[in-house]
């Protein structure tokens, strides 16, 4: 299974970015995708989550209301919509794809097994 993430990018504080993460490879039905980010010298952070089997969505407090994770089945891809950005937001973006068993193991990353290479969001104040 390969995850290829896109739609980074460099914008200013208020803008707004979709990133996507197209997933190929063999037939997978994860039980979560997953957006991370890790920003300079900081540690990974959860982001945003949405369980496959009823499209039951997870964030992070600092993003709730701002971004939605969405996906599209027939274009196997997870995106995540990013509005009202802030400089604070700037990181490097990751999605995972996970076959994690509980709920509560969607915020971390290591139940995740597929990871994205990272895709770079910069937002300028």
């Known amino acids: 299974v390969q995850l290829q993430a896109s739609g980074g990018g460099l914008v200013q504080a208020g803008g707004s970015l979709r990133l996507s993460c197209e997933t190929s490879g063999r037939a997978f039905s994860p039980y979560a995708m997953g957006w991370f980010r890790r920003a300079p010298g900081e540690a990974r952070e959860f982001v945003a989550a949405l369980r496959w089997s009823d499209g039951n969505t997870y964030y992070t407090d600092s993003v709730r209301g701002r971004f939605t994770i969405s996906r599209d089945n027939t274009k196997n891809t997870v995106y995540l919509q990013m509005n009202s950005l802030k400089p604070e937001d700037t990181a490097v973006y990751y999605c995972?794809?996970?076959?994690?068993?509980?709920?509560?193991?969607?915020?971390?990353?290591?139940?995740?097994?597929?990871w994205g290479q990272g895709t770079q969001v910069t937002v300028s104040s």
């Open positions: 995972a794809a996970g076959q994690m068993e509980y709920e509560y193991e969607v915020f971390l990353h290591y139940e995740y097994d597929y």
